[in-house]
């Protein structure tokens, strides 16, 4: 299964990129906000990727950060929400907008999104209400400190609690590590850091 590209950007369309990995080019589905964040073609660019695989099809779904690849996954575990519909609702509107839409169970906004009616407005708060503190904890980007967390160590904070670490620990463990290593890592380099600090 693919979860992550990084090649060079071949074409770029409002909800499509080719991009070129060693000469293969992959298709990928996108948001808008992913449209928006990535260069022009011929520029370096980097995916998270989520792989969608049926009998007929294999689609690749891509996103700038692991956190809304994370959000993008509670989208589509809600029944009758696919892959496509879940591209379109965050391209409709931004997630960390979203996030605070279905937790207060804002229908009407909710279905002001293409393809969003009334009764998946609904299952979308009955179903993910109560998961969303996480993204909401996450989206802050706030330490306990008052530093500002950069979108590599927000990804890092989201892949911790989405590996059941609490909001706090995760934080705490986070900054040690950045003060020891050094605040500019790659996501890998950072989550394996983090990680080792947590199995001490």
């Not at 369309?13 to 070129?20: F, G, H």
């Not at 892959?83 to 839409?101: A, H, R």
């Not at 500002?148 to 989201?158: A, G, H, I, K, M």
């Amino acid at each position: 299964m693919i979860a992550y590209l990084s090649g060079r950007l071949l074409t770029k369309q409002p909800n499509q990129l080719i991009v070129d990995v060693n000469g293969v080019g992959y298709q990928v589905t996108i948001p808008l906000s992913t449209f928006y964040e990535t260069g022009e073609p011929g520029c370096p660019v980097q995916l998270q990727i989520y792989t969608h695989v049926r009998e007929d099809v294999l689609a690749l779904f891509g996103f700038k950060s692991f956190k809304e690849k994370a959000f993008f996954e509670h989208l589509i575990s809600v029944s009758g929400i696919g892959p496509k519909l879940g591209i379109t609702i965050l391209s409709g509107m931004p997630f960390e907008e979203l996030i605070p839409t279905i937790r207060q169970g804002n229908l009407a906004k909710l279905t002001s999104v293409p393809g969003v009616g009334r009764k998946t407005a609904e299952r979308l708060v009955v179903e993910l209400r109560d998961k969303l503190s996480r993204f909401e904890a996450v989206s802050t980007a706030t330490a306990a400190g008052g530093t500002s967390f950069s979108q590599v160590q927000e990804d890092v904070l989201s892949a911790l609690m989405n590996l059941g670490y609490p909001k706090n620990v995760a934080e705490k463990s986070l900054q040690k590590t950045l003060a020891t290593n050094g605040a500019e890592q790659s996501f890998e380099s950072l989550l394996r850091g983090v990680l080792q600090h947590l199995s001490r």
